[in-house]
């Protein structure tokens, strides 16, 4: 069984729509991530969730939205889709929100913006 | 604020010779540093972490680091390098305030050529 697993794996879509990228982990850990890693491979974190309460919010444009119905799931919307916004978005979840907790990342999904 | 610096973009070594992938950090406070590694269009995989306690740190696939607090490094080796090892590796700090928020370094493409 897949331990944090996303979908879609890719997703294209035309500038100005708005997608959802959504992100199951089933390791019972309490905090779940999205990061973004752009074309560089430059991996930076957008949010972070801890038990459903944001714990971390990066300076991440308001078009971005992460919703945690519960704390196996986290889930990131993005609306008005910019060019700028095409990169490969990971999720991942890690025991607690202890510093030294391992992260355990997803596949990736990669969205392209045309 | 805490950074991570990977100094070479890409290392180069023939298989079977020793491996070194750099990496220094500056943080105020205690660090807790984590090497991941990313193969092509898959996710990061956890291959070790220093918490505290003994400098030299063995993680999976044979790799190990050296935390070395005067010099601010954790540098990641392997006593003999294999063509399956060729990925990009990514070094990653964590303290215990900031939220635990983890800052990656820039990555570093590893190639063991035959």
């Known amino acids: 069984d897949t331990a944090v697993s996303q979908t879609p794996k890719y997703l294209v879509t035309q500038m100005g729509n708005d997608k959802s990228i959504k992100c199951e982990q089933n390791l019972g850990h309490d905090t779940m991530y999205w990061y973004k890693q752009d074309s560089k491979k430059f991996l930076k974190i957008m949010f972070s969730y801890n038990n459903k309460e944001l714990i971390i919010n990066e300076t991440v444009p308001n078009r971005f939205s992460p919703k945690s119905p519960d704390k196996a799931h986290l889930n990131l919307h993005i609306n008005s889709l910019e060019l700028g916004d095409s990169a490969v978005y990971f999720c991942a979840s890690s025991l607690g929100g202890q510093f030294t907790d391992t992260q355990y990342f997803g596949p990736g999904t990669r969205l392209t913006v045309l | 604020a805490q950074s991570v610096a990977q100094p070479e973009d890409q290392v180069n070594v023939a298989e079977g010779n020793p491996l070194t992938v750099k990496c220094t950090y500056s943080?105020?406070?205690?660090?807790?540093l984590f090497w991941y590694v990313q193969y092509p269009n898959r996710g990061l995989q956890f291959l070790l972490k220093?918490?505290?306690?003994?400098?030299l740190v063995k993680g999976s696939y044979g790799f190990e680091a050296e935390f070395n607090k005067s010099q601010t490094s954790f540098h990641l080796k392997k006593p003999s390098a294999l063509v399956s090892d060729s990925a990009l590796y990514f070094c990653a700090v964590r303290v215990n305030t900031n939220a635990g928020k983890s800052t990656f370094g820039d990555g570093t493409t590893l190639t063991v050529k035959p």
């Open positions: 220093y918490i505290t306690g003994d400098n």
């Open positions: 943080v105020s406070g205690n660090p807790y």
